[in-house]
């Protein structure tokens, strides 16, 4: 079988670029709004149809060769809208998420929220009639012909141009199941070779206890002291003066609290610099319930979660009855639909002070995020957990007396 290898970078592109440093539509209360339209590798879309696309748009050609397997590995790097990832004629095997392989399964079509990644094996095997389309449309939107990204599979003996109605986008609008239920098709692959995270140097996640749980619920934007804010368990992060990792190896005091709750706080929302206390080499359950009207995707620097659960309606102790102990796929990046929660296992066994933080990027900016510390209590650091500073670090805040 001849692999290669193709990246493909899915965008929602809009104008004009909302200027993320101090957004004042964002911080007057205006969303960011649904995308102008949706770019694959930066081009297109292809003139499927002449009143829907302009002419003279430069489109994305992938070039193939008949009865030859490529590795797609297709990527959504947009900031707020979840898209769906099909070709015409051709099924999708995923093999891969986010650094770990799967159960190897066809789809015809993908779901790929903000942030997430996929590797799927296609196969030309149709005939060279035509050129087919490669689709990534806007999901959960109210008018997806307007925001599809088309690009262009080109057999090398193509005989015309692609032709026909797109492949159809899932038809769901009303059917909030379908969604989730591919989301849970997706497994890890147990007998594949292990990449981490490896706890306890087995594939046994569901037998390690668990010491630490956090259910962080989100709600829609609300005012904060007369600003909207996004929150998680009804705290708005603010970003210190002084960065987080420096106040914590020089000691620095006041500067965050390790006071994170581990459940919603039936009090009144606030902006505060509160970080979680993880355990170095603790096994962490996170509940992400989502009590907002979007999808959000939450995604966690330095690490792979294990996905053990996901389902619509309130987050509870029964709901540990349902989740998946045994192949529950390894990954950093992971949806919660709105009204529904997902369930994350976590092995925290890289010392550090990492964020977590939504990806949609303006909830992110109203400061739906926070860090969990994980510091290393044994005084032999030479496994190099955490990493030591490197030369070029630049102090500020509380510290900036140390810049050289
Ligand atoms: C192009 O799109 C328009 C608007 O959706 C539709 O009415 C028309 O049938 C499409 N044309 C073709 C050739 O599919
Ligand atoms: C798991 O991965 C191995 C090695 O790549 C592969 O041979 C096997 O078919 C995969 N199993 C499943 C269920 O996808
Ligand atoms: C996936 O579909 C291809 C046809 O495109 C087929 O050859 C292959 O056997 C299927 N693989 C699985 C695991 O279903
Ligand atoms: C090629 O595929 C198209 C679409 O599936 C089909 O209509 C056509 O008859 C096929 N041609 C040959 C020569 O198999
Ligand atoms: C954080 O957790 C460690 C144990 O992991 C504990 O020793 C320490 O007191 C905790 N700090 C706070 C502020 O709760
Ligand atoms: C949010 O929570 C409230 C109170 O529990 C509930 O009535 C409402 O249905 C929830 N909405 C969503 C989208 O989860």
């Not at 670029?17 to 770019?39: K, N, Y």
């Not at 996901?310 to 990046?333: I, P």
């Not at 995020?369 to 990493?387: A, F, G, M, W």
């Amino acid at each position: 079988m001849a692999l290669l290898l193709l990246s493909l970078l899915l965008l929602c592109a809009r104008s004009p670029e909302p200027a993320m440093a101090g957004d004042p539509s964002l911080d007057a209360g205006a969303p960011l709004g649904p995308p102008d339209g949706v770019l694959i590798n930066g081009l297109g879309p292809y003139r499927y149809n002449d009143t829907l696309v302009p002419p003279a748009i430069t489109y994305e050609r992938i070039n193939v060769e008949p009865g030859r397997t490529y590795r797609l590995r297709v990527h959504n790097v947009g900031v707020s809208t979840s898209l769906n990832f099909r070709i015409q004629g051709h099924s999708l095997l995923l093999v891969e998420t986010e650094g770990s392989y799967t159960s190897q399964q066809n789809y015809s079509n993908m779901d790929i929220h903000v942030g997430q990644s996929y590797s799927f094996l296609v196969t030309m095997d149709q005939n060279a009639s035509t050129d087919y389309y490669v689709v990534a449309s806007a999901r959960f939107v109210a008018d997806p012909d307007k925001l599809t990204g088309v690009a262009i599979l080109h057999y090398s003996n193509s005989q015309g141009p692609a032709s026909g109605p797109l492949p159809a986008a899932p038809d769901d609008q009303y059917d909030t199941a379908f969604s989730i239920n591919q989301a849970r098709s997706i497994r890890w692959n147990v007998t594949a070779s292990g990449a981490r995270p490896n706890p306890q140097g087995s594939f046994h996640y569901g037998d390690i206890t668990v010491t630490d749980v956090y259910l962080l619920q989100s709600r829609p934007p609300e005012l904060i002291d007369g600003q909207l804010r996004s929150t998680i368990n009804g705290i708005s992060y603010i970003a210190p003066s002084t960065p987080l990792i420096l106040a914590q190896l020089f000691n620095v005091p006041g500067v965050f609290k390790l006071d994170f709750p581990n459940h919603p706080m039936n009090r009144l929302p606030k902006v505060d610099t509160s970080v979680i206390n993880g355990t170095y080499k603790g096994f962490m359950e996170i509940i992400f319930q989502n009590n907002a009207t979007t999808v959000q995707s939450y995604h966690l620097d330095g690490y792979a979660f294990f996905v053990v659960g996901m389902d619509y309606g309130l987050w509870t102790d029964n709901s540990r009855g349902t989740y998946n102990k045994w192949d529950g796929v390894a990954r950093s990046t992971i949806q919660v639909f709105p009204g529904a929660w997902t369930a994350v296992l976590v092995f925290l066994d890289n010392a550090g002070i990492w964020n977590l933080r939504v990806e949609n990027l303006d909830s992110w900016y109203m400061g739906q995020e926070l860090y969990i510390s994980v510091v290393n209590p044994e005084e032999d650091h030479s496994d190099k957990t955490p990493l030591p500073l490197p030369d070029n670090t630049i102090f500020c805040g509380a510290l900036s007396s140390l810049q050289k």
